[in-house]
């Protein structure tokens, strides 16, 4: 039995879902919590104390907002489901105008996002923070899941 879907012969296995490292978030998380440590028994002065639960607060929330979204793209049979913050969205294939993941060199850096266009002229950028992963792979496992 062959594993086809009906969209052009490509394969309908499972979905591939692409988000940040659990790891990254658990460090964020831990590191939010010494600073607030920091600002309770190190911290004498009252702006200090301050400025220390602000970044603990900050890491604390990035920490919870990752573990929430779990995936941030998840590659599927239908198109891509896209989760933020303040929820999720589909993308359908036939509104996906275009895929790239162009690599770009600012101040002797070189860093690469996944860029999806919409019909409706709206751009969607993913950083490798938001992927986990190289976005040039991401943009890979959507072409190979796209239909033609």
């Known amino acids: 039995m062959d594993n086809v879907?009906?969209?052009?012969?490509?394969?309908?296995?499972?979905?591939?879902?692409?988000g940040p490292d659990r790891s990254l978030l658990i460090v964020a998380g831990l590191a939010g919590l010494a600073?607030?440590?920091a600002a309770v028994l190190l911290a004498s002065e009252p702006t200090d104390r301050?400025?220390?639960a602000a970044l603990s607060?900050?890491?604390?929330?990035?920490?919870?907002a990752g573990l929430r979204i779990g995936h941030r793209l998840t590659v599927g049979t239908h198109g891509l489901e896209i989760r933020g913050v303040g929820g999720g969205r589909t993308v359908r294939w036939a509104e996906?105008?275009?895929v790239s993941a162009p690599s770009r060199r600012r101040m002797?850096?070189?860093s690469t996002t996944l860029e999806l266009e919409?019909?409706?002229?709206?751009?969607?950028?993913?950083?490798?923070l938001d992927l986990g992963t190289d976005p040039?792979?991401?943009?890979?496992?959507?072409?190979?899941r796209r239909p033609r």
Do not use: M, N
Request: glycine share 12%.
């Open 5 to 18: 879907s009906g969209d052009g012969g490509r394969p309908a296995g499972p979905d591939e879902a692409f």
């Open 96 to 98: 996906i105008v275009r």
């Open 118 to 128: 919409l019909v409706d002229d709206e751009l969607l950028l993913f950083g490798r």
């Open 35 to 37: 600073v607030a440590l």
């Open 136 to 144: 040039e792979r991401v943009a890979a496992a959507i072409a190979a």
């Open 108 to 110: 002797g850096i070189a």
């Open 57 to 64: 607060l900050v890491l604390l929330g990035l920490c919870a």
């Open 50 to 52: 301050v400025v220390l």
